[in-house]
């Protein structure tokens, strides 16, 4: 780790203990909930037991929340890349992987699998949130690490659970938020807004319960990419003059031109919920929850190039003395619709919670109704009109999950947890071309790609109370694996390739020891094998090379972590504090690094491949106290330092002892919140991460650019005001310094957002 990122480290550890020995004298006056706690039960050693948990009544009062990942903004460790409201590619980073390891975290709502399982990226294969608004959230629960049997080995890095709220009575709501974001980089200065619209109903009728919501989304964005231009070594004469250009380097420090603005998205969103529920006399619950998610999202470019008065797309051009080509692609690509349906539905019946033997039985099904997006081909401007393009469709696609799980009490000092679960994946994609991309019909097939993967598994956990104050839990996790009807299809360069059907079978064993040294301490030990099999996405990943299209590893392998955590927490009435020390070994780790696709050839194509061995290992503390200095202030707040390198790697050497892509050094986030009555409640936050790199060999060394992993110091704020016990207005700001960062894309800049909400 560097020097700085040390000295930084430590003074937030000094804060961190200064701040709980403080805490701890001056007592507890305010009673509330936390926003960040572990999770009390009988069994301490429970390795499904969260370890963060976040609540909507807190998240309400402290996080300017549009979509509900905003929820898991202060979280420890977890980072959620989210480039704008309304963003449906906003995957989670952990403490040991980063943001381009989606297949690496599970999320669920009720049970219902939000998490990609078709891919392993930050943009097709991002988490579903909006599956869920976070008005109808009841709390978030976070659990790190392989350490429970019950969770399949996507559960490496984080299992996320959103549990929702059903009602008691008669209750209705209805909340409006505006958002206004001024953005000033480079050639574009734009003032774009967002407004949401949210409201629902429910009732509980004897053993019925029913909940409806509905949420419409109105969001436009800034630029999510920039169009940039690779700058000549000589000068030129030849190409037509232009102005407008910005000079620049890229992430590698390569001189480069910007030259226009794209992915300037304008989102329309509806989301439709309902939940019910029966009570059964003797204790069984039947439950069903459906969601159905609708978008529009029209992507505009911005070109900053000027011949005179002129806009300049494309063409043969002389920028500040040098001859630059610019093709129509540049910026065409860039200018999409897309437009997308997508069902949730999850049943799930239960037997009553208390007595010797409970037991679940969990059905959801997520599927793509409709998803296409069209993409222009031709050259600006005439591509703004009816022009030549392409439609990408993944009609088809989606998953279903079955889970069958049991506990039992009966035997003294144990508690037995096993299940059967299995997951099956359909990935269909076919682009085609269009004569008319903005409503033209279907043309030629221009590629596709299918198959699927399957999943069965049986789970078996014990907690074992070997004293009052000593407990240990030990799991096993079999799992058998299939992928399978793969095929690959492309009309030029020829491909017309069915895949091989693979397979494994694997067990993961678990264990977790906990002892509750006093009322206010106890410590943890826990140690898991996981197996995080490859997705379709990853096996059929097609590559062009030259006037030929392969696919170049079909067979890839899954792969196996190893994990470790040793964690000590002190309670008392008026905070929690918690340090964990983590380990973390991969090996067979799929990565996309560079690679000959052809044996003794000397190019290089990026693409996904198991590579030998990584490492990952660090520290995470977090603190969560109230009335810090006086009564009503509550400091909260987390600091992870990680050290994730690849060790061992026999296909590309340059990448050996370097750092993982995605994980920064250091992070953290610090929060304090006021609340001097039960009216008013202010909030000022901040995050913070150190730079990272981007590939895996680490050559992209400059971060403050375009595809750039800049270090960045955000800061918000939030102020709310509960009128009465209906009404409340909230005014936050979100990133209120200013800070201009990249994380590959450009960052949201200063957002100033008004909430009015009423509830009963």
């Keep these: 780790m560097s020097r700085a990122s040390l000295r930084l480290g430590a003074s937030v550890l000094a804060l961190c203990a200064a701040t709980t020995v403080q805490a701890q004298t001056i007592g507890g006056?305010?009673?509330?909930?936390?926003?960040?706690?572990?999770?009390?039960?009988?069994?301490?050693?429970?390795?499904?037991?969260?370890?963060?948990?976040?609540?909507?009544?807190?998240?309400?009062?402290?996080?300017?929340?549009?979509?509900?990942?905003?929820?898991?903004?202060?979280?420890?460790?977890?980072?959620?890349?989210?480039?704008?409201?309304?963003?449906?590619?906003?995957?989670?980073?952990?403490?040991?992987?980063?943001?381009?390891?989606?297949?690496?975290?599970?999320?669920?709502?009720?049970?219902?699998?939000?998490?990609?399982?078709?891919?392993?990226?930050?943009?097709?294969?991002?988490?579903?949130?909006?599956?869920?608004?976070?008005?109808?959230?009841?709390?978030?629960?976070?659990?790190?690490?392989?350490?429970?049997?019950?969770?399949?080995?996507?559960?490496?890095?984080?299992?996320?659970?959103?549990?929702?709220?059903?009602?008691?009575?008669?209750?209705?709501?209805?909340?409006?938020?505006?958002?206004?974001?001024?953005?000033?980089?480079?050639?574009t200065h734009s003032t774009s807004g967002t407004w949401q619209l949210s409201g629902g109903v429910g009732d509980r009728i004897g053993a019925f319960s029913w909940r409806l919501s509905v949420s419409h989304l109105d969001s436009t964005g800034h630029p999510l990419n920039y169009a940039t231009l690779t700058r000549p070594a000589a000068t030129s004469a030849a190409g037509t003059v232009l102005t407008g250009a910005f000079s620049e380097f890229n992430r590698t420090g390569a001189p480069i031109v910007v030259v226009g603005a794209t992915g300037i998205e304008h989102q329309v969103q509806d989301t439709f919920s309902a939940k019910l529920a029966y009570d059964f006399s003797n204790g069984m619950q039947l439950s069903y929850l459906a969601s159905l998610f609708r978008q529009d999202d029209d992507s505009g470019v911005e070109t900053y190039l000027r011949n005179g008065t002129t806009p300049v797309y494309t063409g043969n051009s002389n920028i500040d003395g040098r001859n630059y080509n610019i093709a129509a692609s540049t910026f065409s690509n860039n200018l999409y619709n897309t437009q997308q349906s997508k069902l949730a539905q999850g049943l799930t019946l239960k037997s009553a919670p208390d007595g010797d033997?409970?037991?679940?039985?969990?059905?959801?099904?997520?599927?793509?109704?409709?998803?296409?997006?069209?993409?222009?081909?031709?050259?600006?401007?005439?591509?703004?009109?009816?022009?030549?393009?392409?439609?990408?469709?993944?009609?088809?696609?989606?998953?279903?999950?079955?889970?069958?799980?049991?506990?039992?009490?009966?035997?003294?000092?144990?508690?037995?947890?096993?299940?059967?679960?299995?997951?099956?994946?359909?990935?269909?994609?076919?682009?085609?071309?269009?004569?008319?991309?903005?409503?033209?019909?279907?043309?030629?097939?221009?590629?596709?790609?299918?198959?699927?993967?399957?999943?069965?598994?049986?789970?078996?956990?014990?907690?074992?109370?070997?004293?009052?104050?000593?407990?240990?839990?030990a799991g096993l996790r079999y799992e058998d694996w299939r992928a399978y009807s793969g095929n690959n299809f492309s009309a030029s360069p020829a491909l017309n390739a069915n895949q091989p059907r693979i397979s494994a079978s694997t067990l993961s064993p678990k264990a977790t020891i906990a002892w509750q040294g006093s009322e206010k301490w106890r410590f943890t030990g826990s140690w898991g094998i996981a197996y995080r099999m490859p997705t379709v996405t990853e096996l059929y990943q097609a590559i062009t090379t030259g006037v030929t299209l392969s696919v170049p590893n079909p067979n890839l392998k899954p792969e196996r972590a190893s994990s470790y955590e040793l964690a000590v927490e002190r309670r008392t009435d008026s905070g929690f504090f918690r340090a964990s020390l983590f380990w973390e070994d991969i090996s067979n780790a799929l990565l996309s690094q560079s690679a000959p696709l052809v044996p003794g050839s000397n190019t290089l194509f990026s693409y996904v491949q198991n590579v030998d061995r990584t490492r990952a290992r660090g520290v995470e503390l977090v603190l969560d106290q109230y009335d810090v200095l006086f009564p009503g202030l509550e400091l909260m707040g987390s600091v992870t330092a990680t050290e994730a390198r690849i060790v061992r790697n026999s296909v590309f050497a340059a990448a050996i002892n370097k750092f993982l892509p995605g994980v920064p050094q250091l992070k953290g986030n610090l929060v304090a919140t006021y609340r001097p009555d039960d009216q008013w409640f202010f909030t000022l936050g901040a995050r913070y991460s150190d730079k990272m790199f981007g590939t895996i060999d680490n050559s992209d060394p400059y971060p403050r650019t375009y595809q750039g992993f800049e270090g960045y110091l955000v800061a918000d704020a939030r102020v709310r005001y509960r009128w009465d016990d209906n009404w409340s207005v909230s005014l936050g700001v979100d990133n209120i310094n200013n800070k201009k960062y990249f994380l590959f894309h450009p960052f949201p800049q200063r957002t100033v957002l008004l909430e009015i909400g009423y509830a009963r």
């Excluded at 980063?98 to 392993?120: H, Q, T």
């Excluded at 984080?158 to 974001?181: C, K």
């Excluded at 469709?393 to 003294?412: P, Q, S």
């Design 29 to 187: 006056s305010l009673q509330s909930e936390y926003v960040i706690v572990t999770g009390e039960r009988d069994r301490a050693a429970d390795p499904n037991r969260p370890d963060t948990q976040v609540t909507a009544a807190k998240a309400q009062e402290q996080i300017n929340t549009v979509n509900t990942e905003d929820m898991l903004k202060y979280a420890p460790s977890l980072v959620v890349r989210k480039r704008h409201y309304g963003d449906t590619q906003a995957p989670v980073a952990t403490r040991t992987s980063g943001l381009g390891a989606s297949a690496r975290n599970l999320i669920f709502v009720d049970g219902i699998m939000l998490n990609s399982p078709i891919g392993n990226n930050n943009s097709g294969a991002s988490p579903n949130w909006s599956v869920v608004g976070p008005r109808d959230v009841s709390r978030i629960d976070v659990l790190y690490g392989p350490f429970s049997a019950r969770y399949a080995g996507n559960s490496i890095g984080a299992t996320i659970s959103i549990s929702t709220r059903m009602p008691d009575d008669f209750e209705l709501y209805v909340n409006t938020v505006g958002g206004i974001q001024d953005f000033d980089q480079y050639g």
């Design 357 to 473: 033997f409970a037991w679940e039985i969990i059905a959801t099904d997520f599927a793509y109704l409709n998803d296409k997006q069209r993409v222009a081909t031709a050259t600006l401007p005439g591509a703004f009109t009816a022009s030549a393009g392409t439609v990408n469709r993944m009609n088809g696609t989606g998953w279903y999950t079955l889970d069958a799980n049991a506990v039992w009490r009966g035997w003294e000092d144990h508690e037995i947890a096993f299940g059967a679960h299995r997951d099956a994946e359909t990935f269909a994609q076919v682009r085609n071309n269009l004569t008319d991309w903005i409503a033209g019909g279907m043309g030629t097939v221009v590629n596709s790609a299918k198959g699927r993967t399957a999943t069965n598994a049986l789970w078996l956990q014990d907690i074992w109370s070997l004293t009052s104050s000593l407990k240990a839990s």
